[in-house]
């Protein structure tokens, strides 16, 4: 049974940088593929981008491209999701899942992580 | 990146059965999942595919497709399904974007 644990809530200020890690327990990390997804306060959920470890590739939504990075340490089992140039509006709670594709024809996430709050406020 | 559009609130009696709505491009050709997020906590994979269940979610969760819609069909609507549900497909550009809905509110009556 695949589990997923993030890192805890983070307070940051506008400007910088938050980096949010999960980690992944249950079978073959490397074959995941990692998605990252927040959901500001009162919001829907949004898709910002995943990697897949095996192969070393992240690719992002476009709404963060050039601002997020997600990498992944198959050593430790852990992915990490890194935002920069926070403002307000990057409130929000961000969580990590598992992503499983079958061809293109479907792909779900299942399971998630417990979601990390991150606070950004001068 | 295309859209997904679901109906912000839905209401339905206890025992009834009730449809959710997905509406959407990138649905004629790729399947949407579902989620259930109820108060504070994370989403949970409800339906997948062309209507697959996890282990775990009841009988009374089923999904169906077609042309640019996919819905989500609770029947017989228990109070412990009252939750928000989004559905979740990929865009139809060749990055593969992830894309949401904008999530229903369903509420038991």
């Known amino acids: 049974q695949v589990q997923l644990v993030q890192s805890g809530a983070e307070v940051k200020k506008p400007g910088s940088s938050v980096k949010v890690s999960c980690k992944a327990s249950g079978g073959t990390f490397s074959s995941y593929t990692i998605s990252w997804v927040r959901q500001a306060p009162g919001q829907g959920l949004e898709w910002m981008g995943r990697?897949?470890?095996?192969?070393?590739?992240?690719n992002y939504a476009q709404k963060f491209q050039g601002r997020v990075t997600i990498t992944a340490d198959k050593s430790t089992s852990t992915a990490y999701m890194e935002l920069s140039s926070l403002r307000s509006e990057d409130t929000a709670v961000y969580y990590c899942a598992r992503e499983e594709v079958f061809g293109v024809v479907y792909s779900y996430f299942d399971p998630w992580g417990q979601g990390t709050l991150v606070t950004v406020s001068s | 990146s295309s859209e997904l559009t679901q109906d912000p609130a839905v209401s339905v009696a206890l025992g009834q059965t009730v449809r959710i709505t997905c509406q959407g491009d990138s649905l004629r050709s790729y399947y949407a999942s579902w989620y259930q997020q109820k108060p504070g906590q994370a989403p949970v994979l409800v339906i997948y595919?062309?209507?697959n269940r996890p282990s775990g979610i009841p009988d009374r969760f089923s999904g169906s497709s077609s042309g640019n819609t996919a819905s989500l069909t609770i029947t017989g609507a228990q109070a412990e399904d009252e939750a928000d549900y989004y559905c979740?497909?990929?865009?139809?550009?060749?990055?593969?974007?992830?894309?949401f809905g904008g999530g229903t509110k369903l509420t038991v009556l």
């Open positions: 595919g062309k209507n």
């Open positions: 979740n497909s990929r865009d139809s550009s060749g990055n593969h974007e992830g894309v």
């Open positions: 990697i897949i470890p095996i192969l070393g590739i992240a």
